[in-house]
């Protein structure tokens, strides 16, 4: 792995921060970015949403240094640093939803390359959700997961719902999978909604982190999802919810008022995955781990405190 850039400046991490260049197997470069090596509790290993970037979570990692967890995340093909796959940087492209389960396999080679302390654990937002559903029904690698508003659905009308099925699949067999889905633009969500009417977060300082990171690092931006992702997703989201959950200890937290996933998927999930924790945030939004301070201070004790008997629970099993 050679090294990457990593702006730390905006990411407001732990001082020992660092980012790798890597690639997938089908040859698609990829960013990692790794806080605090010398943990002693073990590793969190950070599947972002759409749009996200490594430095998004320098303030998670933070939070969970200070808790003795070492931060490895991933720019995601398409997005942060990593490789874009259409024309139009901004545009949120995948070629195949399964593409990003060749970016999971890179990121546990290298966390196996770099030594990570165990246990492993995930934490995974949005989209990262969908991602990091199907890759620990596949046997991925952590004692344990947590997911933030995941991804196991999209939020749309029941009556938009068949239109947009019908129109992402349609365009892409004509070739024009790479234009944006309606009502999307090529623009950041954060440096163009007003924080007064976001569906992210109640904190206003977490929005200006985000924002100021993006102006900062326009290079980092992402703007709305094309019509072959999102037909991607939703098939994806289909057969996933489709599928038994995994024998692994899960919790899961989702904002009262979320707005962007389809939360009565992730009601539906939660009621179908035995010995799992569902926590339902009061007022909150998309981003419940970027609120207020309050509800981080709670929700981040709560997500260690998880991992901690997690993993206790995982090391008494082995031996």
């Known amino acids: 792995m050679e090294s990457a850039p990593l702006f730390a400046e905006v990411a407001d991490g732990p001082g020992d921060g660092a980012a790798f260049w890597l690639r997938a197997a089908d040859g698609a470069r990829l960013r ?37 967890f070492a931060t490895l995340a991933i720019d995601w093909r398409g997005q942060g640093l990593a490789d874009r796959l259409v024309d139009d940087a901004m545009a949120g492209h995948v070629h195949h939803f399964e593409d990003y389960q060749h970016d999971v396999a890179a990121m546990m080679h290298a966390a196996r390359a770099l030594d990570l302390p165990r246990p492993w654990h995930l934490l995974a937002h949005s989209m ?61 969500y954060v440096l163009t909604e007003p924080f007064e009417t976001n569906k992210l977060t109640n904190d206003r300082n977490m929005w200006e982190y985000m924002a100021c990171q993006l102006r900062a690092h326009p290079e980092l931006g992402l703007g709305g999802p094309s019509l ?38 992730v009601h539906d999930r939660m009621t179908r995955w ?46």
């Not at 969908?130 to 620990?136: E, F, Q």
């Not at 991607?232 to 024998?247: F, G, H, V, Y």
């Not at 008997?309 to 099993?317: C, D, I, M, V």
Request: with cysteine; aromatic share 8%.
């Open 274 to 319: 035995p010995g799992s924790h569902f926590e339902i945030v009061p007022g909150g939004r998309h981003e419940t781990l970027m609120d207020t301070p309050a509800t981080q201070a709670r929700l981040f004790g709560m997500i260690c405190d998880f991992y901690g008997n997690a993993g206790t629970a995982r090391a008494a099993a082995v031996s």
């Open 128 to 188: 990262g959700g969908c991602i990091g559903l199907r890759a620990v029904m596949a046997g991925l690698d952590v004692s344990s997961a947590v997911f933030s508003a995941p991804m196991w659905g999209i939020q749309m009308s029941q009556a938009l719902r068949p239109v947009a099925w019908s129109l992402a699949w349609s365009v892409r067999q004509i070739g024009l999978g790479h234009l944006y889905a309606p009502s999307t633009r090529p623009e950041h």
């Open 32 to 68: 990692l970015g790794l806080w605090h090596r010398a943990a002693t509790k073990g590793t969190v290993l950070l599947f972002p949403g759409r749009t996200e970037y490594i430095e998004k979570y320098g303030r998670a990692a933070q939070k969970f240094a200070a808790r003795g």
């Open 228 to 265: 072959r992702w999102l037909h991607e997703a939703l098939k994806e989201t289909r057969a996933l919810a489709r599928m038994p959950s995994p024998a692994l200890s899960c919790l899961t937290i989702i904002g009262s008022d979320e707005d962007i996933v389809d939360a009565g998927r």
